[in-house]
């Protein structure tokens, strides 16, 4: 029974945080390309890797949580660099936030039912 108990679980956790991270991401990546062309050359596009990495802050935060290092001043720069790209891209930070909201507030419930059966299951 623990098995059971410790395999759904690690399965609810999995798939909250694929909710929580997958929409915003699929919505950054149809709203900003990664590449842009600058002369000749294609370069990694900085909003776009900035923003990709805003959409991983729940994975990030659950390996930070794993290695029992919090990290404020983390929070304040992806606050900060987030406020400071926002000017042009108003319109399409909306949308990226409501996935974000959708996907993260439904990956918490999935989160809570993990804890949930972890404390009746003794693990």
Do not use: Q
Request: charge should be positive.
């Amino acid at each position: 029974m623990r098995k059971a108990g410790r395999a759904k679980r690690c399965a609810l956790r999995l798939l909250g945080y694929l909710l929580s991270v997958c929409p915003p991401l699929f919505a950054t990546l149809s709203f900003f390309p990664i590449w842009k062309a600058r002369g000749g050359a294609a370069v990694l596009a900085g909003g776009t890797v900035l923003l990709l990495v805003l959409c991983a802050l729940p994975l990030l935060r659950g390996i930070r949580a794993m290695l029992k290092s919090p990290s404020v001043w983390g929070m304040w720069l992806f606050a900060f660099l987030s406020f400071l790209l926002i000017g042009s891209i108003v319109h399409e930070m909306r949308v990226i936030c409501l996935f974000g909201f959708l996907g993260n507030l439904l990956g918490s419930l999935l989160f809570l039912l993990a804890r949930k059966i972890g404390d009746e299951n003794g693990a």
